[in-house]
């Protein structure tokens, strides 16, 4: 079996890295001068500079090379997959396609495999997802995914497929349950690096881990998903890893916001385009996510850290 990623940012190099342990991997570059320079360093300076390539992995910038793998892992940011697919779409369309990103899209609520199957219909479509670190993933350190799949069947061979010594996979056929727990951990990292930065405590931070999980429940709920879903891997996993670990880009976006400091805007934060993705959504659908709703706030420079509090603290006292 042959394993074709398309992405090398940190994740896509990292998956690439990993399930070199099982068989052919190529990796696929955008920029035909970034994939030179990774073939002959053996090391991606920009995105995984710690992680050395191993000499099994193939690095290109030819996209033709995804017509010879029998599995295609989508590692393009959230915002772009939409387009990424369009200019691709006569060559992918048809393979199976794995949705390595998190978030919800801008001006449509979709989630990456809603994007996929519009897309590329003839195509057996899974979501990968779920507690990680592109820089634990490549240094094989433990890790637990979600792989989720409509198709019983598919998601168990794709489940032995992405596995390896140490990357363990559990399947679920809850995509939705799946996507909007990827996606809706983002937003809570960055309420939650608000938070700590802007010198609110320990105790804040746990308030809206918690108040957050809910919001994701009750939204998983409303679009037909399983909200015990949301209590696994890709959901409560995720929300734990991402909300207190400065490893995170999301979270450290939000401590840039509650202290004012720089954050390079050239790194890529799929939650702050999901918060104001899921503050539209719960608007249009009238659902109450007063999370999300601040975060939006936030990222657009509406409202700064202590009036987002206020205002969610200021809230009808309620039965938790």
Known sequence: MSICVLGAGAFGTALAIALSENGPVTLWARNEAQAIEMASTRKNERHLPEATLPGTLNITSDIDAVRVADLVLLCVPMQKLRGFLKTHQSTLDGLTLVACCKGMELGTSSTAVDIVETLCPKSL????????????????????LTLACGNSNAAEILQKQLSTSTLRLYRSTDVVGASLGGALKNVVAIACGAAIGAGLGESARAALMTRGNAEMQRLAAHMGADPATLSGLSGFGDLVLTC????????RFGLSIGSGAHFDPATTVEGAATAIAVSEYSAQEGLDLPISTMVAALVEKRLDV???MTALLSRSLKEE
């Open 244 to 251: 207190t670990s400065k490893q995170s880009r999301n979270f």
């Open 306 to 308: 202590g009036d987002a």
């Open 125 to 144: 479509c899974a979501l990968l997802t779920g507690p990680s670190f592109a820089t634990d993933i490549a240094n094989g350190l433990p890790t637990a």
